[in-house]
């Protein structure tokens, strides 16, 4: 079946400029991740929807990160006011929502510039 | 203290070797651990879940050590392909979100 499809796959944009990305999870998965992934870095957890409960948004970085996750699908992580320390991979993930043993399948990720 | 350590290498051993990877990490309550594959500019896949007893999937074989809070990772008659970065992963419970280590990096030469 069809996996987790993020876009766009790439992104480059002026500092200060607002940006959206977008990942659809697998279907059926109700539990979806952000992570970030800057270069030579691990990954690194921003926010954390499951079902109908408040996201976990302990990892944001900054109040200038966002995320939804409308009908317990799609999710948009937007980032305003971009920086250059923005400039990551962006990836997403998600999971069944079962047992702390569910792996997590992600994303091919949107490689976000920040020039 | 970092939350999952790994020595990111890299290991540069040649085909056929055995190679060994370890991690560790610091939250005495985690519950699930994991090893992901990372192949350059490529999203993180999972390689294999690490169980109390120990697991083997074909070449590879992990184990667990919660008392050390140690995990290690064994590749025998290491191919070419397996050249990557492999993420130590660790988890709390439920479905809280993955903690990952910066990776250790192998490759393999012909």
């Known amino acids: 079946g069809a996996g987790v499809s993020q876009s766009p796959s790439n992104k480059v944009t002026e500092k200060g400029k607002d940006v959206e990305l977008r990942c659809d999870p697998i279907?059926?998965?109700?539990?979806l991740y952000w992570y970030r992934q800057s270069l030579g870095q691990g990954l690194e957890f921003l926010i954390y929807?499951?079902?109908?409960?408040?996201?976990?948004k302990s990892g944001l970085p900054s109040d200038r990160f966002s995320a939804e996750r409308t009908g317990g699908s799609v999710s948009t992580l937007t980032i305003q006011r971009t920086q250059q320390e923005d400039s990551a991979v962006y990836l997403c993930?998600?999971?069944?929502?079962?047992?702390?043993?569910?792996?997590?399948?992600f994303g091919d990720g949107t490689r976000l510039s920040i020039l | 203290r970092k939350e999952v350590e790994q020595d990111p290498g890299p290991f540069n051993v040649p085909e056929g070797a055995t190679v060994a990877f370890n991690c560790t990490y610091s939250?005495?309550?985690?519950?699930?651990f994991f090893w992901y594959r990372q192949d350059c500019r490529k999203e993180p896949k999972l390689l294999m879940s690490v169980y109390s007893s120990g697991n083997e999937d074909g070449r590879f074989t992990a184990q667990l050590n919660r008392a050390s809070q140690y995990i290690s990772l064994l590749i025998r008659d290491s191919k070419l392909s397996d050249s990557a970065t492999y993420l130590c992963v660790v988890r709390g419970s439920g479905n809280t979100p993955l903690v990952f280590g910066k990776g250790t990096r192998l490759s393999v030469i012909a």
């Open positions: 939250n005495s309550a985690s519950q699930s």
């Open positions: 279907s059926g998965h109700t539990a």
């Open positions: 929807f499951q079902g109908n409960s408040a996201p976990d």
């Open positions: 993930a998600s999971s069944l929502i079962q047992g702390s043993n569910q792996p997590q399948h």
